[in-house]
């Protein structure tokens, strides 16, 4: 015997969420690469300053790399729920595009130029901050667009909630790569200031 249920799948609801996630989830892309850029780009030459853009810029491509991972899975939670519905009642599916290219650091140059100026440094600190503020605000988007979708049912419940572990999840890595990038400027700071005495 069947149990009571009730879906409601609005269509044009799905679709327009699916054109808002493929939007949310290229932003959060271009930021990362942009925040990798920034990195590795930092106005601060010298040989070891060369190893520090390196091992920075390997740290977040290793992040950038795993919050795709992420994106991805949300996707096709999403993607999973609704193709189910929509081939029970002949509707049509939800398309939500992530770029799945992995994400490469540009190469870092040796150099025998030494140009400690710490203000690129500092600066830097401020400009990550405002990478993962604008990408934990996409998380938060994204998790928005879907809750506001007329959509009803244990689907979309069972969808919502891993988007919502993976937003969690997603959230914590950023807090985790933020902290840890930071750290490398300040401990390449400190250098400078040793040096510098």
């Known amino acids: 015997m069947a149990l009571a249920a009730h879906v409601v799948v609005d269509q044009p609801s799905i679709t327009a969420y699916g054109t808002a996630a493929t939007t949310i989830f290229g932003q959060m892309s271009t930021e990362l690469t942009t925040l990798i850029s920034d990195v590795v780009e930092v106005k601060y030459e010298a040989p070891t300053a060369t190893q520090f853009k390196r091992e920075t810029g390997n740290l977040a491509v290793a992040f950038a790399n795993a919050l795709h991972k992420d994106m991805n899975a949300m996707a096709a939670s999403v993607t999973a729920a609704v193709t189910s519905i929509a081939g029970a009642f002949d509707a049509t599916s939800v398309t939500i595009e992530v770029a799945n290219k992995a994400i490469t650091a540009p190469s870092v140059p040796e150099t025998t130029t030494i140009d400690l100026e710490t203000a690129g440094l500092i600066a830097l600190k401020d400009t990550v901050d405002t990478r993962f503020k604008a990408i934990i605000g996409f998380l938060v ?57």
């Open 141 to 197: 988007d994204h998790k928005d667009a879907l809750d506001k979708t007329i959509w009803e049912g244990n689907a979309k419940e069972r969808a919502k909630g891993e988007v919502n572990t993976l937003t969690t999840h997603s959230t914590q890595q950023c807090e985790q790569a933020q902290k840890d990038i930071k750290a490398f400027i300040d401990t390449q700071l400190d250098n400078v200031s040793i040096t510098d005495a």
